[in-house]
């Protein structure tokens, strides 16, 4: 059974910083493109980052360059968002991708809320 479990979320003050986390079980980690996007009510999901499958290549939305993080572990089947400098229009719920050539799995997102 495919399960992606996203954590990490919760609410954070503009300026600070949260490390969003996607566990993985159910197919070969290792061969998926590991995204995250977001999504605000009534918006389109928007692609946030993406990793390949060894971590050797990174992309980011402009919104987010120089201020979010992706990683990956295989070892541990996790994917990682390191947000820091989080502003309020960050605020969305995070949702995990695993995407291959046939197949594209998404986890139950979690809730990021930036607010003073």
């Known amino acids: 059974q495919v399960q992606l479990v996203e954590s990490g979320g919760g609410l954070v003050q503009p300026g600070g910083s949260l490390r969003l986390s996607c566990a993985a079980s159910g197919f070969t980690f290792s061969s998926y493109i590991m995204k995250w996007y977001r999504q605000v009510p009534g918006k389109e999901r928007e692609l946030v980052a993406s990793i390949s499958f060894v971590g050797g290549r990174t992309n980011y939305a402009d919104s987010v360059k120089d201020r979010f993080t992706i990683s990956r572990d295989n070892a541990k089947n996790t994917v990682y968002l390191q947000m820091n400098s989080l502003k309020p229009e960050d605020t969305a719920v995070y949702y995990c991708?695993?995407?291959?050539?046939?197949?594209?799995?998404w986890g139950q997102g979690t809730q990021v809320t930036v607010s003073s």
């Open positions: 991708n695993a995407a291959a050539l046939r197949n594209a799995y």
